[in-house]
């Protein structure tokens, strides 16, 4: 595949599809956290989604790889499927009980700033600059001053610590996931997201019965509420996700990160109606500058063609 990323229109408008599908799914979490326990969560959002993206490969001919792959690319292939989903589905549904929510949006923000030099060293045609760095740093600075104040405070629970390790090792999960998807060679996206899925439920399935026991019996609500979130925000968006990273590449895809905050916010306002926060105008000023830093080289080429 073409090693320099192409960062498009089209590349633009998926990135703001994908922060807002993912920002709204935290309202669909909290409900259907009410019926059903967190890993059976996950594991029900990774198996829908299988399903589903199964069905769709299937006609596409189970596509994959375009040319066979060494030993090397399959295993390369399983680690992603582990490490993109279930593992920091994981990680995070875990995490999550002994930290604030806030301090859990932080880390997945992190996300970015932890692709940036990976990318650097690994990637070819995503070098560090300084208007990459200090973009992204700035846009880390507009989600720290969304969230506020419980962004670091202390829930004092025992496991707290191992909570905090848990959600930054969920982000790291996600950063080098995105880094080893953009390595492999050739293969057809549609395939590639569906084995994606297929190991993340293989995973966590066995997972969840372990950990949790037999699922809950959801109500029919609660049941609406999971296919929601399999077949948009998981199955969806996975599709997309594996597009952007195999075209414009992980870092351009890591600033959907940034975004998730602010769409949880302004959707919490609107369908719950949530009071909105008087830090909302800054952070976002302040995320869409960094935004606009860091791709300020793709942006202009954006409008020159325009």
């Given at each position: 595949m073409n090693t320099t990323p192409q960062i498009t229109l089209t590349s633009w408008l998926l990135i703001a599809l994908l922060g807002f599908v993912w920002g709204g799914t935290f309202l669909f979490t909290e409900v259907a956290l009410t019926g059903i326990t967190p890993f059976w969560l996950a594991a029900s959002r990774i198996g829908l989604a299988a399903v589903v993206m199964l069905a769709l490969w299937a006609l596409r001919g189970f596509a994959l790889f375009t040319a066979r792959p060494s030993a090397s690319d399959i295993l390369v292939l399983v680690t992603i499927g582990i490490?993109?989903?279930?593992?920091?589905?994981?990680?995070?549904?875990?995490?999550?009980?002994?930290?604030?929510?806030?301090?859990?949006?932080?880390?997945?923000?992190?996300?970015?700033?932890?692709?940036?030099?990976?990318?650097?060293?690994?990637?070819?045609?995503?070098?560090?600059?300084?208007?990459?760095?200090?973009?992204?740093?700035?846009?880390?600075?507009?989600?720290?001053?969304?969230?506020?104040?419980?962004a670091f405070e202390s829930t004092g629970a025992a496991m707290e610590t191992a909570g905090r390790m848990a959600c930054v090792a969920a982000a790291s999960c996600y950063a080098v996931s995105s880094i080893l998807m953009r390595r492999l060679p050739s293969v057809d996206p549609i395939g590639l997201g569906t084995v994606l899925m297929l190991i993340g439920a293989a995973v966590m399935l066995p997972a969840a019965f372990l950990s949790e026991g037999p699922p809950p019996l959801p109500t029919p609500k609660i049941l609406a509420v999971l296919a929601f979130l399999g077949l948009i925000p998981t199955a969806g968006a996975a599709f997309l996700r594996v597009y952007v990273v195999r075209t414009a590449g992980p870092v351009f895809m890591s600033l959907v990160n940034y975004q998730v905050p602010v769409w949880s916010v302004l959707l919490g306002a609107l369908v719950l109606s949530e009071p909105l926060p008087m830090s909302l105008l800054y952070a976002m000023a302040l995320i869409l500058a960094g935004v606009g830093l860091s791709q300020y080289g793709a942006l202009k080429r954006l409008f020159q063609r325009g």
């Open positions: 490490i993109s989903s279930a593992l920091p589905f994981s990680l995070l549904a875990w995490g999550q009980q002994y930290v604030t929510s806030g301090f859990a949006g932080v880390t997945m923000a992190s996300v970015a700033l932890i692709v940036l030099p990976m990318a650097h060293f690994l990637l070819p045609g995503e070098r560090m600059t300084p208007c990459k760095v200090g973009g992204f740093v700035i846009g880390f600075v507009g989600v720290v001053v969304l969230i506020g104040g419980q």
